[in-house]
């Protein structure tokens, strides 16, 4: 997740055309509001008022098969492999130290990781009712905590797939990461539908796709991260159980998608080529890879779930799409006006993510209070008194989720109007 800005103020992205006259400035907003408008939607589908009552687009696929909401991390995942490529290859440009800039990579690629895992953690003790302990002191909550922290998420995935594509990107050719980034793809849908899943009978991966509980990335999953058998906890995304959404095997499809990212901010970074004809190609290639994540899907799914390849691919291409038309828009138009909301998201995306995940946690699971007598979650009492008095659940829930986008973009509004960008 770098900030788009490379090694100038923040908000744009600038780089030198070549030509003979005096280089001019190019101002790429459209990639702050790319990711602003992303991350400005990954809050929105991630704090309804009620889980129960979401809008069909605002909700994930149930398992194979994609909505809007599908598209929203990948499309996070693949604007940060846009700026890493843009960013190093500034820092290339200046002769910076090699050793240096994988030194950055990592030490990036570290926090991000880091911060992931201790938002996953917090408040780093159990605030509901402990198993088997009628009555816990706090050391008990603790330890509890510890026997089920999540280690991977969503954050921990970008850290580990920006570090992995970046670091492919600075020691190979463009033609060697076609080559890397197809055995990854390819290798992948290997694993998932031709060996048999261990604990089967010796049944295939490509006749278990349906089964979530099952598949080899599920058994992975298990048999890495639940440490159960050990009596050390399980460790595995609480919704899953048997499967973590950010596992370990379905990490090798989101490295692919950083890995498009790189080669997308290759393309745009081709400062001799017209910004419009980098525009074109970069919608040309979308639509293509669109319809080869559609003809893919017919044998390995597109399933954000185990980020199949299809998904890989298909979702690139909507990125693709997406940041072409907003670029055409943004800066061949300079059609601006509507930008700034997102642009203020885009700036600060870690502390957006963070914040809001912390506050989450806060609000839909550590604060209670009591209300109509009964004891209720602090998001739940100010859903009921704010929105569900006057609006039907489906509407009342998708105010809340409004308000909360909203409220967190007065917070970034203010840091951004004090200049207070926090850069990984």
């Not at 004809?277 to 390995?300: E, I, K, Q, Y």
Request: with cysteine; glycine share 8%.
């Amino acid at each position: 997740m770098t900030p788009t800005t490379i090694e100038a103020p923040p908000a744009s992205v600038r780089y030198e055309p070549i030509s003979e006259a005096p280089p001019a400035r190019e101002r790429l907003l459209s990639l702050d509001v790319f990711r602003g408008l992303t991350v400005a939607g990954m809050l929105l589908v991630n704090n309804p008022g009620s889980w129960a009552s979401i809008y069909p687009p605002l909700e994930h696929a149930a398992w194979n098969g994609w909505t809007p909401t599908d598209l929203i991390f990948p499309f996070f995942l693949f604007i940060a492999g846009i700026t890493t490529q843009l960013s190093l290859s500034s820092r290339r440009a200046r002769d910076d130290d090699e050793a240096a800039i994988r030194k950055q990579v990592l030490r990036r690629g570290f926090l991000i990781f880091l911060f992931g895992f201790m938002v996953n953690g917090f408040p780093y003790f159990t605030w509901a009712k402990v198993d088997g302990i009628a009555d816990p002191t706090f050391l008990e909550r603790v330890v509890d905590r510890l026997y089920h922290w999540r280690f991977l998420g969503v954050l921990q995935r970008i850290g580990i797939a920006y570090t992995i594509a970046a670091l492919i990107g600075l020691r190979t050719t463009l033609k060697q990461q076609v080559a890397i980034l197809s055995g990854i793809l390819v290798g992948y849908w290997i694993l998932m539908t031709v060996i048999p899943v261990p604990g089967t009978n010796g049944t295939i991966g490509a006749l278990l796709l349906d089964r979530p509980e099952v598949t080899m990335a599920a058994w992975l999953d298990r048999f890495t991260l639940d440490w159960t058998r050990f009596g050390l906890g399980n460790h595995i995304w609480i919704g899953g159980v048997t499967y973590d959404p950010e596992g370990i095997l379905s990490t090798m499809g989101a490295v692919g998608t950083a890995m498009l990212g790189n080669m997308a901010g290759r393309w745009i970074g081709e400062r001799q080529r017209p910004l419009e004809s980098r525009l074109n190609g970069l919608f040309a290639a979308g639509a293509l890879a669109m319809m080869t994540g559609l003809a893919w899907h017919w044998v390995f799914p597109i399933n954000k779930t185990i980020w199949t390849s299809s998904y890989v691919v298909f979702t690139a291409g909507m990125a693709c799409v997406a940041l072409a038309t907003i670029m055409y828009v943004v800066d061949i138009h300079q059609f601006t006006r509507w930008t700034k909301p997102w642009v203020i998201y885009g700036v600060n995306p870690m502390i957006a993510f963070v914040g809001s995940g912390v506050m989450a946690r806060c609000i839909y699971s550590i604060f209670k209070v009591s209300y109509g007598g009964e004891t209720i979650a602090l998001q739940d009492a100010i859903y009921r008194t704010l929105f569900l008095g006057w609006l039907s659940p489906i509407n009342a829930s998708l105010a809340f989720a409004l308000s909360f986008v909203l409220l967190w973009m007065g917070i970034l509004a203010i840091l951004y109007r004090r200049n207070i960008i926090f850069k990984v």
